[in-house]
């Protein structure tokens, strides 16, 4: 009799053993460093401190009592000047790579093969042109024409690998996004961690909160209208096995399925401190703070409340 449902999933991202900042059009980017070398690694394996790192970002911004006041989209540019986000970010994109955006803004990629428009997710501005789109992720090389689109087939424009290595590390450096030239504006690397952490905590409000029914509708319909979406598999073998292999076009679509599975496998392992907010990999099922003094901080606000009853 089979007890226990256990998938044995698979799944595989490429990251740069460095990455660096680079600023381009007062853009500030990270890419790979000229002398790294690609890395192919398994997200889910990690998938906790994933979610994790991504949404200690996320608390960093949601803290920030400006943002409420202000145009987000230039919030998060002037984030990305300050030294304190470069560092998270920098940090989060050397430990797994990054998001992948170039694969996740496009609706679909007819307009790498043929002279199509190109539509936008609706996160990205949708009067975008193609090569505006491709400028903003790629790296400004001087071998690079940018006078002419580039195609599926214009590796060697913008790999900046050579077909060994390309060969040594399977299939997935064949894609645009793992070229040496692929960068990502950190703004958008923060933006992303922002509306991770702002979906958990919605979710934590429509499960635990004391909301109103109107209010928990509002709060059902934000989580149905989550973008989870482009995610296909396929079977997979690894050592003998056979594995249910998850096919991510993005880093940042994987994430989204992270989160999703995190919420729904009955375990929740990342939480949101129940004190402070931050981001915490639970140690076991009952845990509901982050840290100790946080755990003694809510004791003390909770004794105080039945006092003043
Ligand atoms: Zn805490």
């Known amino acids: 009799m089979i007890k226990e449902e256990k ?7 490429c990251k740069y053993s460095k990455y660096k900042i680079e600023k381009n059009n007062n853009i500030l980017y990270v890419l790979p460093d000229e002398n790294a070398v690609p890395i192919t690694y398994d997200p889910f394996e990690i998938k906790n401190d994933i979610l994790k790192d991504l949404m200690i970002i996320g608390e960093m911004v949601n803290g920030d009592e400006t943002i409420k006041f202000t145009n987000t989209n230039l919030t998060y540019e002037a984030k990305s000047k300050t030294k304190e986000f470069q560092k ?11 998001l992948g955006n170039f694969r996740y803004f496009p609706k679909n990629f007819d307009f790498l093969e043929k002279d199509n428009e190109i539509s936008y997710s609706s996160k990205l501005d949708s009067s975008l042109s193609i090569i505006d789109f491709e400028q903003r992720y790629f790296w400004p ?7 002419k689109k580039m195609t599926v087939n214009d590796l060697h424009r913008n790999s900046g690998l050579d077909a060994n290595l390309i060969q040594v590390e399977g299939d997935r450096l064949n894609d645009f996004i793992f070229s040496k030239n692929y960068a ?21 409000t429509y499960l635990y909160g004391n909301l109103e029914p109107d209010l ?40 989204n399925a992270m989160l999703l599975l995190n919420e729904t496998n009955g375990r ?10 931050k981001p915490f990999i639970a140690e076991n099922l009952k845990a509901e703070y ?15 409340k039945r006092k003043n009853k």
Request: glycine share 6%; hydrophobic share 40%.
């Open 216 to 255: 928990k509708e509002f709060y059902a319909e934000t989580i149905l209208n989550q973008e989870v979406y482009k995610i296909n598999f396929k079977y997979g073998i690894e050592n003998g096995k056979i594995k249910f292999q998850w096919n991510f076009h993005s880093l940042r679509a994987a994430i």
């Open 88 to 98: 998270v970010v920098l940090d989060f994109v050397s430990k797994y790579g990054l």
């Open 290 to 304: 982050d840290t100790t003094t946080c755990r003694n901080k809510a004791n003390i606000a909770n004794t105080r």
């Open 141 to 147: 090389d001087k071998k690079i024409d940018w006078s």
């Open 7 to 13: 998938i044995e999933f698979m799944s595989k991202w």
């Open 184 to 204: 990502e504006p950190i703004s958008e690397i923060i933006d992303f961690a922002e509306s991770v952490y702002v979906t958990k905590g919605v979710i934590g």
């Open 268 to 277: 929740t392992e990342v939480r949101l401190c129940k004190y402070c907010g």
